[in-house]
C-alpha cells in the first residue's frame, strides 16, 4: 500500500538504547531523539554510570536526549539529571503532575492506552507536559512492549502536543502516521535485532520509510 506524502517534517525517537554503536547508528540514520530507560525491570535499564558516555556521545551528535523512569523515587531522577542532564524526562508511571513538574525540566507524560478509556481526559491532567506520549502499555510491562493499540485520528488541535509508540516498525509507520495524523514517533522493539540491541539497517529503514511520506527537515 503507498501512503500520501504529508508536508509535515515527522521526527522520530529511538528509545532504550544500551550502548555507543546504536547511538551512533541512531544519529546516522538521521534520528531526532534517543531514549535511555532508567527503569531496573527493563532489559533496555541502563545505570547512571553506563549513561553519561552514551548520552554525552547523542548530544555530540545533537540528538535529543530523553531519560525514560516509571514510578523512581524523586531522588532517582535527580540523581540522573544531575549525572547526565538529559534534555528531556519521560515518565511512563503513575507519577503526579506534581511529580513531574518538580525537576526544572521538559517532561513527557506517557498515556497507557490499553487501560484507559479516555485518553484525553488522562492527558489533560498533564497540561503541563511539552508532550503526551501515547503508548500501548497497560499490564505488566510497563513500556517497550512492541505491541500496538488501535490507532485512530487524533483531533488536530492536539497532534503538536502528542508523540505515537507501541509496536511501530518500518513496515507499519507509514499507515501509523496517515491513521493518526502525528508528526512525532516513537519506537523500541521495532529496530531491535535482540532484546536491548538495535539494529542499523531497521533503524535506517524505519527513517526511509517516514521520509517517503513526510517533508525534509531542513
Ligand atoms: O523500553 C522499555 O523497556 C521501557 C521500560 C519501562 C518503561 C518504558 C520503557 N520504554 C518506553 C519507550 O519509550 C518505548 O519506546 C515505547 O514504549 C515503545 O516501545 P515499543 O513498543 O517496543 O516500540
Redesign the pocket.
Known amino acids: 500500500m503507498t501512503y500520501q506524502p504529508s508536508n509535515q517534517v515527522i521526527r522520530i525517537?529511538f528509545?532504550?538504547l544500551t550502548n555507543s554503536a546504536d547511538v551512533l547508528a541512531a544519529a546516522d540514520s538521521g534520528a531526532d531523539a534517543v531514549?535511555f530507560?532508567f527503569?531496573s525491570?527493563?532489559?533496555?535499564?541502563l545505570t547512571t554510570e553506563q549513561a553519561v558516555e552514551l548520552v554525552n556521545l547523542a548530544k555530540k551528535h545533537d540528538l535529543l536526549t530523553v531519560a525514560?523512569?516509571?514510578n523512581q523515587s524523586a531522588e532517582e531522577v535527580c540523581e540522573v539529571v544531575a549525572r547526565i542532564e538529559p534534555e528531556v524526562l519521560?515518565f511512563?508511571?503513575d507519577e503526579s503532575v506534581i511529580f513531574c513538574e518538580q525537576f526544572d525540566r521538559p517532561y513527557w507524560k506517557?498515556i497507557p492506552m490499553l487501560s484507559t478509556n479516555d485518553w484525553l481526559a488522562y492527558a489533560k491532567q498533564y497540561a503541563s507536559a511539552d508532550a503526551w506520549?501515547l503508548?500501548?502499555?497497560g499490564g505488566s510491562?510497563?513500556?517497550?512492549?512492541?505491541?500496538?493499540f488501535v490507532w485512530f485520528e487524533i483531533p488536530s488541535i492536539y497532534r503538536n502536543k502528542v508523540i505515537l509508540?507501541?509496536?511501530?516498525?518500518a513496515s507499519n509507520v507509514c499507515q501509523a502516521i496517515a491513521e493518526t495524523g502525528v508528526t512525532f514517533i516513537?519506537?523500541?522493539?521495532?529496530?531491535?535485532s535482540s532484546p536491548g540491541v538495535k539494529s542499523k539497517e531497521k533503524m535506517q529503514a524505519m527513517v526511509t520509510q517516514i521520509r517517503s511520506v513526510s517533508r525534509e527537515p531542513e
Open positions: 525517537k528509545c532504550g531514549g530507560v527503569v525491570q527493563s532489559r533496555r535499564y525514560l523512569f516509571a519521560q511512563h508511571g506517557a506520549l503508548d500501548s502499555f510491562q510497563i513500556g517497550g512492549s512492541g505491541t500496538k509508540a507501541g509496536g511501530i516498525d516513537d519506537t523500541s522493539s521495532g529496530i531491535e
